[in-house]
């Protein structure tokens, strides 16, 4: 039927597909351990297992199909209440969803093949065996009875199809035949409401529906798989109705004529009012093809300045006018092409519920996360390289910051510690939070243990905040016990550096005995700015737009000091000629452009200002990643090299020049 | 696919189907039955004699056309069914598309 190749083609999407599954279903359950009534995560958490085992028949991917079909046995109890999911059933779920995970990454798609039986597999499905030999045989509940007793029922089924149906291939009237096959119709209402007119019909969709009772002694489980092959085309709600005795078959009761959505089971496939249309109106798109139209729309951008300074300088009217045109649209463009990059934080953030279980279960801690602001974007790429040091710092708040329940009752606090992740946009920034309501740093302990290793001189005075930030510093670690989690003197400096590569900052905001706060500042996006074009002598700078404030004429004499008078307020400056050291120019007038970041504010003093800019961030090649204050380069219309301006780290310098100095030129917080 | 026979003063218009009646021909039935569908209110009959293979997208296509001749307050019966048509409109319980003693009357 299928060559090799294309089978092996399939198997790839079959792989996708699971691990997207196993992504689901363990977010899923993880939903459920919190909301145990939550009938839209069970249902998508077995509609997760079941397509998965589904699919993985195909391909006859045996021990994937065993351990999946364990599994679904377990859930079925779950989903109809024969089961409670408890703490160690949730932990073997989870144990066996890596384990799924673990046999898709085995799988070779060149010979669809994968490896037999190992123990670790024998031991999870012995175990799941053993939990489902423990169901409680009610004789209150029907759906506990053993498998092997059929029992006759009549069943009520709403049958709706999607429009795709018959286009693909798939006749209604077949399953209404096959549900006649397992027992007795005794009442069929076709719903002819849907059937549009001739005029507006679209004679290949379908806009059936129907309402069967069903006398039969098929298991639910038998009726779902009647419709397994169009799951992804139909909705079905399947009810029980009270079983009949099975000595007076010849009565059977009166079918329900309507159902109460309240009780209707979904098909697992699809749960109600989850459109599968939503689906097909996405495409998936390689990373990397956005990447290359990304970096395209970058030099289109550069071209286009090119052309705009070429057709300021001919001074043909008609001529500025189109490349104004064009430069409007590539303005746009650049915009949409950004956008198609950008991916929501919540997915990202979901995969936490997992790490705060195992982690504060290892450690014999109550924790609840909250997360807020899943529905913000940030540029893929971004989210991809923060994802680790996020996990570090949920890692670090839980172990470090959050008490043991104990040493909380003791504080007063509840038991249960509250860890919180949030993002949201603040000034063409996203601003990642992790926040805990633990102890807060020590910070008394961290200066000694600054001082103990020579990074800090005794007398030296710091801000609070600073003495925080020395956390981030190589080989540095406060926990009196080092554990296998987090605190072995690795980690947060891998963190900083992380967060630095990224053109970000992060942010320390702690209250002994009240908790504390990371905030991470990164920039949208990687690849293109609006910038601010200024000159000193013959250099281009390019400050990013959204750090920008305010732009002024430098007074004469004031800022020579390194600060100067902000409306009555102290603002350090940076004069970048001597900063960069350039030879001095002839320049009489010149301006501070006012740039900020968070609540720190400064001043750098420039040449000229030429305005507004887009600009395609150029990284600087290995050469010169030691460049402290630069970022990155980029080309201007004129072919000339301008260097985008690091403001962190240009903050951090001048924080740094400034250390034994007055304290208020350390760039100013603002007035709140 | 239909031929019409126009109505004359004492007989109803009547469609005549011959051949099948499936996905693969509704979209050709349905140009052709809005081009033969008539201005004025007429009693109609529906002659599926000649029908051969029946699926749900024919009864869709039937019950389309039965709605509309109805909405355009025509009288719509069907007479004549083969067996295996009957057969599925009765699975569906769909008796306006079969054939009875009396026009059916348009519902709703």
Redesign the interface.
Known sequence: MFDAEQWSQLLQGFLEEARDLLKEAEDSLLRLETRPDDDAAINALFRAVHTLKGSAGIFSLDPLVALAHQLENLLMGVRDGARVLDAPLTSLMLQCMDELGVMLDSIDPQQVSMPAHTPRQAALLAALQAHQGELPASVDNPLAAPHGAPRLRTWHLSIRFASEL??N?F???AF??YL?RLGDILS???L?WA?????S?D??A???GFEVSLHSDASREQLEDVFALVQDFCTLRLQAQEPTDTALPAEPRAPAQTLAPATATPLPSMPAGEPRTASSSQVKVAAQKLDELINLVGELVIATAGAQMQALRSAHAACIESVQAVQQHVEQIRERALKLRMVEVGETFNRFHRVVRDVSQALDKQIALTISGGDTELDKTLIDRIADPLVHLVRNAIDHGIEAPAERRAAGKPEQGQLRLNAYHDSGMIVLEIQDDGRGLNTAKIREKAIARGMLDSDSPMSEQDIHLLIFEAGFSTAEQVSNLSGRGVGMDVVRSAIDQLRGVIEIDSRAGHGCTFRIRLPLTLAIIDGFLVSVGEEHFVIPLDMVTECMEAPANQAEQGHLNLRGRPLPCIDLQPHFGLPRSACVRRNIVVVSQGRQHAGLIVDQLHGELQTVIKPLGQLFQHLSGISGSTILGSGQVALILDIPSLFRQSQQRAEGETPHLLPSPSGE | MFTLAAATADTPARLRLDGDLT?YE??A??EQ??AL?PAQPVPWQLDLGGLGEL???G???L???H??LC?NGHEAEVIALPGNARA?LE????PALCPAGTPVPCEE
């Open positions: 018959l286009s291939g006749d209604p009237a209404i035949r006649a069929l209402q076709t002819t059937v549009p007119e001739l005029d019909l004679p290949e379908c806009y059936l | 996905i509704v979209r039935a349905r039955l809005l569908l699926d749900s997208a009864v869709q296509l019950l389309s056309l709605k509309t909405a599925l699975l569906l319980r769909l």
